[in-house]
């Protein structure tokens, strides 16, 4: 038995496994592909924080612009706590070895994204994750008491006694790279899985993002909240053949601004003597322009193109120095080279692209997961939680602490599961430490008795992307109640006919991403119903 499973190897659980570690406990690091293959990598903006705690005004600001992004629905005192432990979490990173970028006089340079008052945004350029990833990488490949399993695919956990009232995680079973299921019993399991932007056909999220953690956890009696508010980024690079790239926040930060076709026609007409900004819609939808939060500006993107037919709006930085923006933001030049664009010179076709799961595993300030009320049997209501599922964290994008509301804050992400990570991590150390000999434990295998191998994986390559086109459809930034039931209907055909094949056949990947993707599809239509307001990143027209 291992003392910790971290299922997941972006920010929450790389950070988590060095704590627990270096704590002295025996690790298994499981990922479904390579440590790398994470949102995180991706990420590009940065981290919000102040970093002088003792500097209260800047933390209560960063709060302020936390709950006015939240559009109300923020739990504040979690708000309060990310704010003002940010310094230290912050300085955990440098100390990992994480270089943010500083300007000549050895200060960090702060970056400005939506809904921000003011700087206080660390990056790496435009590859903030990523640098992020390569030092806690590093430190974690060079930990002996951490065996990492790549390509190794959670696929559900172990509760000591389904029936108990008092429901224990003691392990998981795991598809491992040889494509057998094993079983990995562990006196704690903290999930760090991440989002699941896979939901939608556009998405600035990698593969990997198809919801696991969660589906495993709902499928143990986790309950969840908040699903409804799924955060689409406004500018994802729109380019046949491409899939959506990220361009980062930042770049409207240091000037960017949205137009439409027919804006950017209007104002390079006037020789682009007038600020591009007078001239962008954004100023129709809100006084902050371009730099409104991201619920504010992706739905106005998407309204200009449902109006002009075109399937995208622009991004225009021909009025700033492209030579500085090819500096300050490589990852996005060299991916613009790739179809002949340049910063400063070219308008980027932009559109929204599913990004962030704002709502997720519903937990306490520790990270733990709130076991759900099992005679309601609702996983999405969370009116009555009793005890938490002991032995089950939860940390990162996967869960659900009330930090950002109905929409979430640029670059608060990093921030939350770095946090939360941590936070997290004491709660495990203390249980461990209250408990010096590990359990002994017999833990059944997978059930594979009388299972056979699926024959052919194209009907559940079909069944992903019909799941898909539901839910972008019917299920998006937009919705409609009879979209809603719509989708209610789709995805209970699909539930039906996943089950069918998995009562059956051995786990693949394929197949257990699929199951895990329906079941999460079903529950953040489930919640969007449920939601009769519009708040945040929740828009129903039928409401309006
Ligand atoms: C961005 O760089 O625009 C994304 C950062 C974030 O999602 O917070």
């Known amino acids: 038995m291992v003392d910790v499973t971290i299922v997941g190897s972006g920010i929450a659980g790389l950070f988590v496994s060095l704590r627990c570690a270096r704590a002295g ?21 940065g981290i ?95 930990e002996p008491r951490i065996t990492i399993h790549e390509d190794c695919l959670a696929l559900d956990l172990i509760l000591e006694d389904r029936h108990a009232e008092e429901r224990r995680i003691v392990g998981l079973w795991c598809l491992g790279s040889d494509d057998q299921p094993f079983t990995l019993p562990s006196r704690a399991v903290l ?13 600035t999220n990698p593969t990997v993002a198809t919801g696991d953690g969660i589906a495993m956890a709902v499928r143990a009696g986790a309950s969840v909240r908040d699903l409804e508010f799924v955060q689409f980024h406004p500018t994802a690079l729109a380019l046949a053949g491409d899939r959506p790239f990220l361009i980062t926040e930042a770049l409207r930060g240091d000037g960017a601004v949205l137009m439409t076709e027919e804006e950017h026609r209007r104002w390079t007409q006037t020789d682009r003597t007038v600020p591009p900004a ?60 790739r179809h002949g664009l340049e910063l400063g010179r070219d308008p980027l076709p932009v559109a929204p692209a599913a990004h962030y799961l704002v709502g997720g595993l519903a937990v306490n300030e520790w990270g733990e997961v709130w076991q759900r009320d099992m005679a309601a049997d609702d996983p999405t209501n969370t009116s009555r939680l009793g005890n938490v599922l002991a032995g089950l964290y939860a940390i990162g994008e ?21 946090v939360f990570s941590h936070r997290a991590g004491e709660r495990v150390l203390e249980a461990l430490s209250e408990e010096p000999e590990p359990p002994q434990v017999d833990l059944p295998d997978w059930r ?14 079909h069944d992903r992307a019909q799941l898909r086109s539901t839910m972008s459809d019917d299920v998006g930034l937009v919705k409609r109640d009879a979209r809603l039931r719509r989708a209610t209907r789709r995805l ?19 197949l257990v991403e699929l199951r895990n993707m329906v079941l999460l599809a079903r529950l953040v239509t489930v919640a969007s119903l449920a939601r009769r307001e519009n708040v945040g990143l929740h828009h129903n027209l039928d409401l309006a």
């Open 25 to 45: 406990y025996q690790v298994a690091l499981v990922t479904k592909k390579q440590l790398t293959d994470s949102s995180t990598n991706w990420a590009q903006g």
């Open 191 to 203: 999930l760090a899985t991440g989002g699941a932007g896979q939901l939608f056909r556009q998405t």
């Open 492 to 510: 209970d055909l699909l539930s039906e006919e996943v089950e069918r094949i998995w009562l059956r056949c051995r786990p693949t990947v394929e």
């Open 448 to 461: 594979v008795d009388g299972l056979t191998d699926l024959e052919e994986h194209a009907p559940l390559v």
């Open 278 to 337: 007078t001239l962008s819609f954004m100023l129709k939808h809100h006084a902050n322009g371009s730099l409104a939060t991201r619920d504010i500006v992706a739905r106005a993107c998407d309204s200009e193109m449902k109006r002009s037919g075109d399937a995208h709006v622009l991004l225009v930085t021909e009025h700033l120095d492209g030579e500085e923006l090819a500096e300050r933001f490589p990852t996005i030049a060299q991916r613009l080279q």
């Open 398 to 418: 996967i869960s659900c602490t009330g930090l950002h509301g109905a929409n979430r804050l640029a670059s608060n992400s990093l921030l939350e599961a770095v």
């Open 48 to 142: 919000a924080g102040i970093l002088d705690s003792s500097d209260e005004e800047a933390v209560q600001a960063h709060v302020l612009d936390t709950l006015a992004a939240g559009d109300g629905l923020c739990d504040e005192r979690i708000a309060n706590i990310v704010a003002s432990e940010a310094a230290y979490r912050i300085a955990d990173l440098i100390t990992e070895g994480v270089q943010f970028d500083q300007d000549q006089e050895g200060e960090y340079d702060l970056a400005m994204e939506g809904g921000h008052q003011r700087r206080r945004i660390l990056h790496t350029r435009d590859a903030t994750g990523a640098e992020i990833e390569r030092a806690l990488i590093q430190g974690c490949r060079s």
